[in-house]
């Protein structure tokens, strides 16, 4: 479980203060330091576009990464998995910048291009790679390109670690 601590004296992180307060969650982290930094972007001004954002993260909390990880665990379909996707296209998941929408879908994907690329899993041998080839079709050209982009970024590729990413086993 993800946690940051806030407020509080300059401690070890490690050992925070109880004058700390406790943030878990990943996606309320994310809503947190959209609003720590309300000029970065993260979260947009425009209160349709900010709904849509919190619209992205509960569709792919439901339809991306519940599927990805039954799919993971051996308990469900690739089919589900290409089936909760393909509501993702486009050049970000809102708009036409990185929102905390892009960011709480980008650890998803990450696991979702080793899934594919290693076929790591409790599913069928094999059913990894082949979610793979279903996703280099036309269907998922904007999908593919959008994972590319979103795993492109900088600040990700500095900061996820591939082996705590994938943690062993489920």
Known sequence: VLTVTYGGPSVDPEDPSPLS????ESNVILEFLADLYPDSG?????????AKVRFFIDASTKHVEGP???FLRGDGSYENVLKGIEFVHGDFAVGDHYTIADACISLHLARLKIITKTDLGQFPVGLGF??????????F??????????????????????????????
Do not use: A
């Not at 307060?21 to 878990?24: L, N, Q």
């Open 21 to 24: 307060t406790k943030i878990t």
């Open 42 to 50: 993260l979260l947009p001004k425009d209160p349709v576009s900010r």
């Open 68 to 70: 990805l990880y039954d």
């Open 130 to 139: 082949k979610l793979g080839e279903e996703l280099k079709g036309p269907k």
């Open 141 to 170: 050209i904007k999908f593919t390109k959008y994972v590319d982009q979103i795993l492109g970024r900088p600040s990700l590729k500095q900061t996820y670690d591939k082996v705590r990413i994938f943690p062993l086993p489920w």
